[in-house]
């Protein structure tokens, strides 16, 4: 399951994410969003684990849990949608 983690300390490291959510369960993968232009944090991420249960314990366990001075926010990631040709910046 591929989850969506918001409102991240910009200090927040991938390898602090998948330290975090490895309590509750194998992580195949946790990845913390960089801005392009700055090099910089964007304050979210996502983590996938390959257990459903496990994921959903982790929801449970660290939705609205306060890190680094930040209530993180974590919720089953949706998928993306597909670009229009008319939306292609």
């Given amino acids: 399951m591929n989850m969506y983690v918001s409102n991240l300390s910009f200090h927040t490291t991938e390898e602090d994410l998948k330290k975090l959510f490895e309590q509750f369960g194998a992580v195949s993968s946790a990845k913390v969003i960089i801005d392009r232009e700055t090099g910089k944090s964007r304050g979210f991420g996502f983590v996938e684990m390959g257990e459903d249960a496990k994921a959903k ?15 993180m926010s974590v919720t089953v990631a949706r998928e993306k949608a597909p670009r229009s040709e008319n939306n292609r910046w």
């Fill in 57 to 71: 314990e982790a929801i449970i366990g660290l939705n609205n849990k306060e890190i680094e001075g930040r209530s």
